[in-house]
């Protein structure tokens, strides 16, 4: 399966080639990505966003048209083969209009971060968020997504394994590891 990331005319395209082994989802697939790097986007966005693809694959998964220019789209969507939106899967630490308007547009809302918890919880008591409850939140460890960003180059071959909550990954002969931590947007009362 070869899926392409957009290309902006200045964007730095990385080719990865990622076995992945989600235990946890059964999923097994190798990927072979082009992930176009926006002038804009950090190394540690770019990692961010390639682990949400890859923790979320599913037939219909695609990266943004309009890669980080493009504040309609998810960075990561998922639709069915008529074209309706059915999971939006957004990185870092979107406004609570953006995840409000996710939660509105797809049944499935998923956020991958490495931001600290209390600060998500802040930003979605901001406003009222669409069936807040139901986005789904994986927290990366920075740590992680800063080892494996330092290992990438233009051609990488990798290996990203869950297993019970635990996220692995294998790059060069070394091995990254984290725990990939599930939280709600929803304060704890």
Known sequence: MEEW???????????????????????????????????SETMRYLV???????LSYEEGIAFSKGG?????????????ASGVLRAWIDVGSPSAERLHKASKAAGRVALFTHVEHALLLREASA????????IEVFRVEPEL???????????????????????YITIGGQT???TLTQCSLVAAG
């Open 48 to 54: 961010t966003r390639t682990l949400a693809y890859s």
């Open 127 to 134: 406003r009222a968020i669409h069936r807040l409850e139901q």
């Open 5 to 39: 990331a957009p290309m902006a005319l200045t964007a730095t395209i990385y080719h990865f080639q990622i076995t992945l082994s989600d235990v946890d989802r059964n999923v097994y697939e190798a990927l072979d990505l082009r992930v176009a790097r926006h002038p």
């Open 68 to 80: 980080l220019s493009t504040a309609e789209e998810a960075p990561v969507s998922v639709r069915d």
């Open 145 to 167: 997504l800063d080892k494996l960003a330092a290992q990438l180059d233009k051609n990488s071959k990798f290996e990203v394994v869950r297993t019970d909550g635990q996220l």
């Open 176 to 178: 990254l590891s984290s």
